[in-house]
């Protein structure tokens, strides 16, 4: 693929994350105020109870389909067989996770409404055919795709969504946006199929390969969905479903921003990787760390000051126990940056699955045994306080297994004097609205200006070698497009 695609691939994607950052911005005050906590909560804990036949049903087709298809892009014979082999072999065991999901969820129950409502969303999964155009690279086609649909989404949340009782409506709109949006993409396949004999076809040899992508999956499934369903299985109040899904919904934000230079780190890295260049291998994981650094460390510090003003501004009243919980989440912020670094910029293009798998496991045993103990007594704030301890150990095992790359003494080194940084905004931000009192907006705005202010001139006094590289990039780029505008200008007159 040429660098012109690359460069493409890479500004859809921007662009997507940029829009997955905006939208829950305008959407979440508004559902929180119209829904309330209780309807949330009891979406979350029924989407999660969906989520897991999703999982079993998808059987690993998503990370494995997008890799084979990548393998023959550009033959389109093997192409089209690749396609049909894994989506029919997918359309079978979807189907029958599908079958177990009504007869279990769909008969009767407390929320049967809801659970005939998702079986739609277990529908669009089923014809979800994004995994192949990743893995011919055209991601314009699935940006564009998910963007609209998330347009379509947010307006009619507006127009439909009024109070508690439009929750079937709000699910409802999910799932169908998700049915047509997933539909959508078949209109441009004929484009990259050609017609393939039935006989050629071997649907099942791919499961076994399936599998090996599964079970990290399985586990990481369990630390990121099971902590919702044991809140709604163990607290009679669904709310403290609600309060957890809004605290998370606030810190994954954040990190989409940590977390955004590694999906465009991940092919170099692939790559370098490929040419065994382990020098600049290594230095593209320093960078990556310090990247991770610099945000993470004060974005931590910076929610939890100011959650407090914060969360009844953006969520409205009765949602008091979010502002705890996002204190107490907060430090995923950085471990989940960190194994993010480890296991998809190193474990997984080095092709260590082992080891990724073991880093993953142990985070779903940690998280599901603490779950277990603490959910009981404090509700959504204990499984808060397991998934800190679950994502601590990822980052931890994820670490161990990359010394060789980067060791504790070289992040510890690296990341000193943004640490250094954090504590003094902290203390002086902490003291300043102890003094000043101030609330509401203006407490929020001057608190952010004030912090990045501190925390900017900390690195700046400290000569901290990253940040002055990033000054220097900026810099450069900034004089660059002036002096291209310079030219544009002269070149016209």
Same mark, same amino acid.
């Given at each position: 693929?040429?660098?012109?695609?690359?460069?493409?691939?890479?500004?859809?994607?921007?662009?997507?994350?940029?829009?997955?950052?905006?939208?829950?911005?305008?959407?979440?005050?508004?559902?929180?105020?119209?829904?309330?906590?209780?309807?949330?909560?009891?979406?979350?804990?029924?989407?999660?109870?969906?989520?897991?036949?999703?999982?079993?049903?998808?059987?690993?087709?998503?990370?494995?389909?997008?890799?084979?298809?990548?393998?023959?892009?550009?033959?389109?014979?093997?192409?089209?067989?690749?396609?049909?082999?894994?989506?029919?072999?997918?359309?079978?065991?979807?189907?029958?996770?599908?079958?177990?999901?009504?007869?279990?969820?769909?008969?009767?129950?407390?929320?049967?409404?809801?659970?005939?409502?998702?079986?739609?969303?277990?529908?669009?999964?089923?014809? $979800?055919?994004?995994?192949?155009?990743?893995?011919?690279?055209?991601?314009?086609?699935?940006?564009?795709?998910?963007?609209?649909?998330?347009?379509?989404?947010?307006?009619?949340?507006?127009?439909?969504?009024?109070?508690?009782? $439009?929750?079937?409506?709000?699910?409802?709109?999910?799932?169908?946006? $998700?049915?047509?949006?997933?539909?959508?993409?078949?209109?441009?396949?004929?484009?990259?199929?050609?017609?393939?004999?039935?006989?050629?076809?071997?649907?099942?040899?791919?499961?076994?390969?399936?599998?090996?992508?599964?079970?990290?999956?399985?586990?990481?499934?369990?630390?990121?969905?099971?902590?919702?369903?044991?809140?709604?299985?163990?607290?009679?109040?669904?709310?403290?479903?609600?309060?957890?899904?809004?605290?998370?919904?606030?810190?994954?934000?954040?990190?989409?921003?940590?977390?955004?230079?590694?999906?465009?780190?991940?092919?170099?890295?692939?790559?370098?990787?490929?040419?065994?260049?382990?020098?600049?291998?290594?230095?593209?994981?320093?960078?990556?760390?310090?990247?991770?650094?610099?945000?993470?460390?004060?974005?931590?510090?910076?929610?939890?000051?100011?959650?407090?003003?914060?969360?009844?501004?953006?969520?409205?009243?009765?949602?008091?126990?979010?502002?705890?919980?996002?204190?107490?989440?907060?430090?995923?912020?950085?471990?989940?940056?960190?194994?993010?670094?480890?296991?998809?910029?190193?474990?997984?293009?080095?092709?260590?699955?082992?080891?990724?798998?073991?880093?993953?496991?142990?985070?779903?045993?940690?998280?599901?045994?603490?779950?277990?103990?603490?959910?009981?007594?404090?509700?959504?704030?204990?499984?808060?306080?397991?998934?800190?301890?679950?994502?601590?150990?990822?980052?931890?095992?994820?670490?161990?297994?990359?010394?060789?790359?980067?060791?504790?003494?070289?992040?510890?080194?690296?990341?000193?004097?943004?640490?250094?940084?954090?504590?003094?905004?902290?203390?002086?931000?902490?003291?300043?609205?102890?003094?000043?009192?101030?609330?509401?907006?203006?407490?929020?705005?001057?608190?952010?200006?004030?912090?990045?202010?501190?925390?900017?001139?900390?690195?700046?006094?400290?000569? $901290?070698?990253?940040?002055?590289?990033?000054?220097?990039?900026?810099?450069?780029?900034?004089?660059?497009?002036?002096?291209?505008?310079?030219?544009?200008?002269?070149?016209?007159?």
């Amino acid at each position: 693929m040429n660098r012109k695609s690359i460069s493409k691939n890479y500004i859809y994607n921007l662009f997507y994350q940029v829009l997955v950052i905006v939208l829950p911005l305008i959407t979440t005050p508004y559902l929180s105020r119209t829904l309330g906590a209780e309807a949330i909560g009891i979406h979350s804990y029924t989407l999660s109870i969906a989520s897991y036949f999703i999982l079993f049903g998808a059987v690993g087709v998503t990370m494995y389909g997008q890799r084979e298809i990548a393998y023959v892009q550009e033959d389109k014979h093997n192409r089209t067989i690749a396609f049909w082999e894994i989506f029919l072999m997918r359309l079978v065991t979807m189907s029958i996770s599908l079958l177990v999901f009504g007869l279990t969820y769909c008969v009767n129950g407390e929320y049967v409404v809801y659970y005939r409502i998702l079986i739609i969303e277990i529908l669009s999964q089923i014809i $979800d055919i994004s995994w192949f155009f990743q893995g011919i690279e055209e991601f314009k086609k699935t940006v564009v795709r998910n963007s609209i649909v998330k347009f379509i989404f947010v307006i009619c949340i507006f127009i439909f969504i009024k109070n508690p009782s $439009d929750l079937f409506k709000y699910i409802l709109i999910i799932t169908l946006a $998700d049915l047509f949006g997933n539909f959508s993409l078949w209109i441009h396949l004929p484009k990259y199929l050609k017609k393939v004999k039935i006989k050629e076809l071997k649907i099942f040899k791919h499961f076994k390969s399936t599998v090996g992508l599964f079970i990290p999956q399985i586990a990481i499934q369990i630390y990121t969905v099971l902590d919702r369903t044991m809140i709604g299985m163990f607290c009679e109040n669904k709310s403290e479903v609600g309060f957890y899904e809004q605290a998370q919904k606030v810190i994954k934000l954040l990190l989409t921003v940590v977390t955004s230079l590694g999906t465009v780190m991940v092919p170099r890295m692939t790559h370098t990787l490929a040419k065994g260049d382990m020098k600049m291998f290594k230095e593209y994981i320093k960078k990556s760390y310090s990247f991770v650094s610099l945000l993470a460390f004060p974005i931590m510090v910076g929610i939890t000051l100011i959650s407090k003003e914060f969360v009844p501004i953006f969520f409205g009243e009765g949602y008091e126990k979010v502002i705890l919980l996002i204190q107490a989440i907060s430090p995923i912020i950085l471990f989940i940056g960190v194994s993010n670094l480890f296991g998809y910029q190193y474990l997984i293009p080095s092709k260590k699955q082992k080891a990724y798998t073991i880093s993953v496991t142990v985070g779903a045993v940690v998280n599901f045994i603490f779950n277990l103990i603490f959910i009981k007594y404090w509700g959504a704030l204990g499984a808060s306080i397991a998934t800190v301890v679950a994502e601590f150990l990822v980052a931890g095992v994820q670490a161990y297994f990359s010394k060789e790359i980067l060791n504790i003494k070289e992040m510890l080194k690296i990341s000193k004097n943004n640490i250094v940084a954090s504590i003094i905004m902290f203390v002086t931000l902490y003291g300043f609205e102890k003094i000043l009192g101030i609330t509401g907006i203006l407490s929020i705005i001057l608190q952010v200006a004030l912090g990045v202010f501190i925390y900017v001139i900390v690195l700046f006094i400290f000569k $901290d070698k990253f940040f002055y590289d990033v000054k220097e990039k900026f810099i450069i780029k900034i004089k660059s497009s002036l002096l291209q505008n310079n030219k544009k200008v002269e070149e016209k007159s």
